[in-house]
């Protein structure tokens, strides 16, 4: 697998597998109880590989696998989405959230002040300064990315071993 440095925060694939889901959902029920390297959890058709708590660090990864069975019943569909901790990700979405509406509100706060002829210097200022955290996000997450990009791998690697591909 391929991780490119395009501009996607929480990388996805997608895989075609010739087996049913119920045996490759038992392969990673089984994964368990066979290693310690990674925490693995189950919930219908999805399943969560984690870092241990111990080694985990604010920007570690985890796998989000959904194995779905095609309509043929013999082959399943793999979806995966390597992501941050689901708690991580909500608190940056929020972040960038409350940027957006900030430098939405100084805008139009700047734009009446300059229709009518009030100084609009300090609305101005405060809106630029919302695209600088904005951008500091975006590197954070980048960064974040980059930190996270071996543990990303071990993932990986991990998924492979479980379902025995190259």
């Known amino acids: 697998m391929s ?8 990388p996805r694939f997608k895989h075609e597998v010739n087996e ?4 490759l959902l038992s392969l990673f ?7 310690k390297d990674f925490i693995v ?3 219908d ?13 604010f920007w570690s990864p985890q796998l989000h696998l959904e194995i779905n069975k095609n309509e ?12 941050p901790n689901p708690t991580i990700w909500t608190l940056f979405m929020f972040l960038h959230f409350i940027v957006i509406c ?20 300090i ?15 975006y590197f954070s997450g980048r960064l974040g990315k980059a930190k996270g990009n071996a543990e990303m791998h071990l993932l990986n690697n991990f998924m492979n071993s479980v379902l025995k591909k190259p």
């Open 41 to 43: 959890s189950r919930v």
């Open 72 to 83: 043929d019943k013999k082959t399943s569909t793999i979806h995966g989405l390597f992501g």
């Open 102 to 121: 900030l430098f939405i509100g100084f805008t139009t706060w700047a734009y009446a002040n300059w229709s009518l002829q009030n100084s609009y210097s």
């Open 20 to 23: 049913d889901n119920e045996a």
């Open 45 to 57: 058709d999805h399943v969560f590989i984690r870092i241990p708590k111990e080694k985990q660090h």
């Open 123 to 137: 609305q101005l200022t405060l809106a630029f300064f919302m695209v600088i955290i904005w951008f500091t996000l």
């Open 3 to 10: 991780l490119s440095n395009e501009i996607i925060l929480r």
């Open 29 to 35: 029920e089984n994964s368990k109880t066979t290693q």
